[in-house]
C-alpha cells in the first residue's frame, strides 16, 4: 500500500511539474509602472527594450490587440497588471495599436500548453502562441499618440517620377492616406465594440405638465352607479426625466330619484364624489409625440349624499392606479387619454369605481 500512494505521490507531482509556468521579460519593472500609470506608448517600449536585451528567442502567447487606449486601461486595470502581462507596438491598417501578451515560453509548445495559465479577466477565445521574434516591433521613432480613428483625408501633390528626391518620396509615403481609401477596422479579439451613440430626443422634457379635463365614472355601491357629470385637474413635476410626482383633484356629480314624501311629491337625491390624490408617475419618454404613462396616488374621496335638504358627508381612504397615453399636438400642448380604478375605503364597505378621463394637456418649463 505505502508503495501505491508514493507512485501515486510522483505522478501527481510530474503532472504538476509539466505545466509550464510563464515567464516575465526581465528588466520590464519599467514597463510595468508605466502600464500602471496608463502610459502605454511608454510602456511598449520598455518592454520593446527588455526583449530585445533578451527574449527574441522565446515564445509567448497573445491576448488581444487594442487600437483604442482607454479600452486597454480598462483590461489592465481588471486583470491588476500581473508581471506576465506586458504590451508591444502593432500597426493594424495603417494604425499604431498595442498587442497585449501573456508571459515568455521557452518553446511553442510550451507556450500553447501555458493557455491555461492565463487569468480569468484576461482570458477569450482565439488566443494562441507566437514566436517574439514575429511580434518585437524595430526600433524606429514612436508617435505622438495612439490613432483612434482615421485621419481626415491629405491631399498630397506628386511631381513628376524624375522630379522626387529621395527624402521627399520617404515624406510622401510617411503621410497618412486619405480615410476614404481605408476601411474601417473590425474589431479584433479581446477588444469590446464602440455602443451606438443614443439619438437625442425629439421633444424635450416639460418641468411641469397640467391637465385639465373630462371625466366619467362608474360606482358598484352607490345608487345609480353612474356619474356622467365629471372633471379632473392634475400636475405632474418633473423629478427626472422618466419620474414625476403627480398631484390630482377630481368630481363627479349625478342626480337619482328617491322615494316620495307625504304629500306624493318625488324627492331627488343628490350625490357627488370628490378625490384629491397624489403620488408618482412614470412615463415612458422615447422622443417621439405618443408618450404613455402609468402613475399609482392615493388619498382621500369625499362622498356626500343630499335628501330632502339634509346632506350627509364621508371622507375615506383611498387608492387610485392607472395608466393613460398623451398625444402631443406640438412641444407645448397634448390631448390626454386615460383610465382609473378607484378603490374606497368605506366605513361600510369597501368600493370599486372605474374612471376615464380625457383633456387637454400643457407643458411648463424644460428639465
Do not use: K
Not at 515564445?59 to 506586458?86: H, I, K, M, W
Not at 415612458?284 to 409625440?289: E, I, L, N, S, V
Amino acid at each position: 500500500m505505502g508503495a501505491l500512494v508514493t507512485s501515486g505521490l510522483l505522478v501527481l507531482l510530474a503532472a504538476g511539474a509539466a505545466e509550464p509556468r510563464p515567464q516575465a521579460p526581465t528588466g520590464d519593472a519599467r514597463g510595468r509602472d508605466l502600464l500602471a500609470a496608463g502610459d502605454s506608448l511608454g510602456a511598449a517600449e520598455a518592454f520593446r527594450e527588455a526583449l530585445r536585451a533578451g527574449g527574441r528567442s522565446r515564445f509567448t502567447v497573445q491576448l488581444a490587440v487594442y487600437c483604442d487606449v482607454s479600452n486597454l486601461d480598462r483590461q489592465v486595470r481588471a486583470s491588476g497588471n500581473p508581471p506576465e502581462l506586458f504590451v508591444l507596438r502593432r500597426s493594424v491598417g495603417g494604425r499604431t495599436c498595442l498587442g497585449v501578451y501573456w508571459g515568455l515560453f521557452a518553446s511553442r509548445a510550451e507556450a500553447l500548453a501555458g493557455v491555461s495559465t492565463i487569468p480569468g479577466a484576461l482570458r477569450a477565445t482565439g488566443q494562441a502562441p507566437v514566436a517574439v521574434s514575429a511580434v518585437l516591433p524595430p526600433g524606429d521613432s514612436l508617435p505622438s499618440r495612439v490613432v483612434t480613428t482615421p485621419p481626415p483625408p491629405v491631399e498630397v501633390p506628386v511631381p513628376a517620377p524624375e522630379a522626387v528626391a529621395a527624402p521627399a518620396a520617404e515624406a510622401i509615403a510617411a503621410t497618412p492616406a486619405p480615410a476614404s481609401a481605408e476601411p474601417m477596422a473590425e474589431p479584433l479579439p479581446g477588444e469590446p465594440s464602440p455602443a451606438p451613440t443614443p439619438e437625442a430626443p425629439s421633444l424635450r422634457v416639460p418641468a411641469m405638465e397640467v391637465e385639465a379635463g373630462y371625466s366619467y365614472l362608474e360606482d358598484d355601491t352607490l345608487p345609480g352607479g353612474s356619474f356622467a357629470l365629471g372633471g379632473v385637474l392634475s400636475g405632474c413635476a418633473s423629478v427626472t426625466r422618466a419620474l414625476g410626482v403627480v398631484g390630482e383633484a377630481s368630481g363627479h356629480y349625478t342626480t337619482e330619484d328617491a322615494l316620495d314624501d307625504l304629500g306624493g311629491r318625488p324627492l331627488e337625491m343628490d350625490l357627488g364624489l370628490l378625490g384629491v390624490h397624489a403620488g408618482l408617475r412614470y412615463t415612458h419618454r422615447h422622443g417621439g409625440f405618443v408618450t404613455p404613462y402609468v402613475q399609482a396616488l392615493a388619498g382621500v374621496t369625499r362622498t356626500s349624499v343630499e335628501l330632502a335638504g339634509r346632506r350627509e358627508v364621508e371622507d375615506d381612504f383611498s387608492i387610485q392606479p392607472g395608466a393613460g397615453v398623451v398625444f402631443r399636438i406640438s412641444e407645448g400642448v397634448g390631448v390626454a387619454v386615460g383610465a382609473d380604478y378607484r378603490l374606497v375605503f368605506a366605513e361600510d364597505a369597501e368600493r370599486n369605481e372605474l374612471r376615464l378621463h380625457t383633456g387637454l394637456v400643457f407643458g411648463f418649463g424644460r428639465r
